[in-house]
């Protein structure tokens, strides 16, 4: 069983910063899993925002390419993202996700391969 919890999310202006952080639990090899975060906004369907493979490769979505960054410390059993020049379609739900095993970067991004999912974290961003 693997448990999720993610933590950072918050209010900000636009151009503004964010690091959100997700910390796995439970009797598993964190090492051997794909993790990623996702992002829902009201009326909107989930969506890939970044992953990591369990080897280590990243991929980030379009939308966020050059705002967004993934990062993994398989050590503390931790996720991040780090956000930078926020923007108002920014605002969601932001949930971490993981899957053991290697997923190939067309399939990172797609919530139909992950098993287990945190709460979530809202970010909001103002104009």
């Known amino acids: 069983q693997v448990r999720l919890e993610e933590s950072g999310g918050d209010s900000v202006q636009a151009g503004g910063s964010l690091s959100l952080s997700c910390v796995a639990s439970?009797?598993?090899?964190?090492?051997?899993?794909?993790l990623s975060w996702f992002r829902q906004a009201p009326g909107k369907e989930r969506e890939g925002v970044a992953a990591?493979?369990?080897?280590?490769?990243?991929v980030v979505a379009d939308s966020v390419a050059g705002r967004f960054s993934i990062s993994r410390d398989n050590a503390s059993q931790s996720l991040y993202l780090q956000m930078n020049n926020l923007k108002p379609d920014d605002t969601a739900t932001y949930y971490c996700?993981?899957?053991?095993?290697?997923?190939?970067?067309?399939?990172?991004?797609?919530?139909?391969?992950?098993?287990?999912w945190g709460q979530g974290t809202q970010v909001t961003v103002s104009s």
């Open positions: 996700a993981a899957v053991p095993g290697w997923l190939s970067r067309s399939q990172l991004l797609s919530p139909r391969n992950y098993h287990s």
């Open positions: 439970g009797r598993f090899n964190v090492v051997l899993y794909s």
């Open positions: 990591i493979s369990s080897p280590g490769t990243t």
